[in-house]
């Protein structure tokens, strides 16, 4: 049996049947043959992970999959401006017990995360403003420890507890990650799938999709991520979400109306919208 496996087996054992609902749904198909086991590797080590990948990559369906892998509960938090310390930790309210008033502290997805051996999934990191993730530090170092500041509770992980980010690097509203916090993980490129790995994707989620219409999808697909690396289009029009999105309204309507409205709908920059809906005139022809 191997290290990966006997660590499953551990996390299992202890997984309550309340937190099921919690557990992610595996479907993750990786990019190559090293990048799943890998990141595997690192979640045993009780290493902090960070997903790097353009929007649509996969990075939610790939902590999805490491959650329904150890068959482990998952509390996710999306991140913002406005996030703060009582969206991260919990808060402080007035409940009413026997008649009397008393104040109850209601726990956060972290605290939830760490006492239980929950993982702990942030979501687009780096839209969090510097002054509010600080407070994560020591429980994503080797002291896996925090001091809730509401309660002043010393909070020591449970030894399941883990953490996997995500970030989109360079987006509108993002800012580079502080540095103390990025050296806190270890950090793996989450690249858009291609060729043989793309096709499998579309096959395991249109299993009776017209052969001409997955044709046209896996070609748009594979056209636009070579115009994203030109530089001529941004990454969002190349996300496989939205192209999946596209191959399930093509079901009920023109290919060309689907991916406009998934897709060509949402770009900002008219310009990159005609040169979308014209390399998707191209491959319907």
């Known amino acids: 049996m191997s290290y990966i496996q006997e660590d499953v087996l551990k996390r299992q054992q202890r997984t309550h049947d309340e937190y099921e609902k919690l557990i992610g749904k595996p479907g993750y198909i990786a990019p190559d043959n090293h990048l799943w086991q890998d990141i595997l590797f690192a979640i045993v080590l009780r290493k902090p992970v960070l997903l790097k990948g353009p929007t649509g990559a996969g990075k939610t369906k790939l902590a999805e999959s490491i959650s329904a892998f150890f068959g482990q509960p998952m509390q996710s938090i999306n991140c913002s401006v406005d996030l703060d310390a009582e969206a ?34 942030i979501d687009e990191i780096n839209m969090a403003k510097a002054e509010t993730l600080p407070i994560l530090h020591s429980a994503l170092d080797h002291r896996r420890m925090m001091t809730n500041p509401f309660t ?69 697909a594979e056209d636009l991520m070579k115009q994203v690396k030109n530089g001529l289009l941004s990454e969002e029009a190349a996300s496989i979400r939205s192209l999946l999105d596209a191959t399930a309204l093509s079901e009920h309507m023109d290919p060309l109306r689907a991916v406009q409205y998934a897709i060509a709908e949402k770009l900002d920059d008219e310009s990159e919208r005609d040169l979308f809906m014209d390399l998707a005139h191209t491959w319907k022809k």
């Open 152 to 220: 002043g509770e010393v909070i020591e992980a449970h030894p399941n507890f883990g953490v996997i980010s995500a970030i989109n690097e360079g987006y509108i509203g993002t800012a580079p990650m502080n540095e103390a916090l990025k050296n806190r993980f270890i950090a793996f490129p989450i690249p858009y799938l291609t060729g043989q790995q793309l096709s499998e994707l579309w096959d395991r989620e249109f299993p009776t999709a017209d052969k001409l219409l997955k044709s046209f999808m896996l070609n748009l």
């Open 88 to 121: 991260l930790l919990g808060f402080k309210t007035l409940v009413q017990r026997e008649g009397q008033s008393i104040i109850e502290f209601v726990e956060g997805p972290v605290v939830t995360a760490m006492r239980k051996g929950h993982f702990l999934y």
